[in-house]
T-cell receptor
Framework: KNEVEQSPQNLTAQEGEFITINCSYS?????LHWLQQHPGGGIVSLFM???GKKKHGRLIATINIQEKHSSLHITASHPRDSAVYIC?????????????FGKGTLLTVNP | DTAVSQTPKYLVTQMGNDKSIKCEQN?????MYWYKQDSKKFLKIMFS???????INETVPNRFSPKSPDKAHLNLHINSLELGDSAVYFC??????????????FGNGTRLTVT
């Protein structure tokens, strides 16, 4: 079993819908990344968080350290949000760390 | 003024050949990484370097040899290429080692196809 599990694996939504992608992990972490990979392949870091909640535009990321769970929400989804969303957890810190990735959630937003 | 740039974008080669992928970052970051993304789109860390020093080597065959001539460059050399090496390789950098206040910046990836 992977240390980082994401759900769902695939998600199809209609434009305007509220999207939630979940990430659960089984190890102690120092921080968690949400990444976005577009169909062209490039990867962009959306959020890094170690507690609470962060918001950027229509994207919101939350993390509950005690429950070892994080969610990525997209409000008013748009076809340009279609991408693979990847959760990655960071164990350790400084230059001595390990980054473990989930397998990603493929989001398709239809117009 | 690309932040993390890798070359080439595509690399097609035959089994047994030796090839290199280059990575450069102009962000002034201390730490650079190589990640491999397999056919199932699963990302895995291969190496990380901090100020030209190898920090992480994640059970990668020794046919893979990273080289960091300075902290702005981390190149990946692969000897005796095998079919299973076909994947997309991503370079990334961060200001310090990955921590809560040091996000990763990725290059656009190099798609390696071994025939």
């Amino acid at each position: 079993k992977n240390e980082v599990e994401q759900s769902p694996q695939n998600l199809t939504a209609q434009e305007g819908e509220f999207i939630t992608i979940n990430c659960s992990y089984s190890v102690g972490i120092s921080a968690l990344h949400w990444l976005q990979q577009h169909p062209g392949g490039g990867i962009v870091s959306l959020f890094m968080l170690s507690s609470g909640k962060k918001k950027h535009g229509r994207l919101i990321a939350t993390i509950n350290i005690q429950e070892k769970h994080s969610s990525l929400h997209i409000t008013a989804s748009h076809p340009r949000d279609s991408a693979v969303y990847i959760c990655a957890v960071i164990k350790g810190g400084g230059s001595n760390y390990k980054l473990t990735f989930g397998k990603g959630t493929l989001l398709t937003v239809n117009p | 003024d690309t932040a993390v740039s890798q070359t080439p974008k595509y690399l097609v080669t035959q089994m047994g050949n030796d090839k290199s992928i280059k990575c450069e970052q102009n962000l002034g970051h201390d730490t650079m990484y190589w990640y491999k993304q397999d056919s199932k789109k699963f990302l895995k860390i291969m190496f990380s370097y901090n100020n030209k020093e190898l920090i992480i080597n994640e059970t990668v065959p020794n046919r893979f040899s990273p080289k960091s001539p300075d902290k702005a460059h981390l190149n990946l050399h692969i000897n005796s290429l095998e079919l299973g090496d076909s994947a997309v390789y991503f370079c990334a950098s961060s200001l310090t080692g990955a921590s809560w206040n040091s996000p990763l910046h990725f290059g656009n990836g190099t798609r390696l196809t071994v025939t």
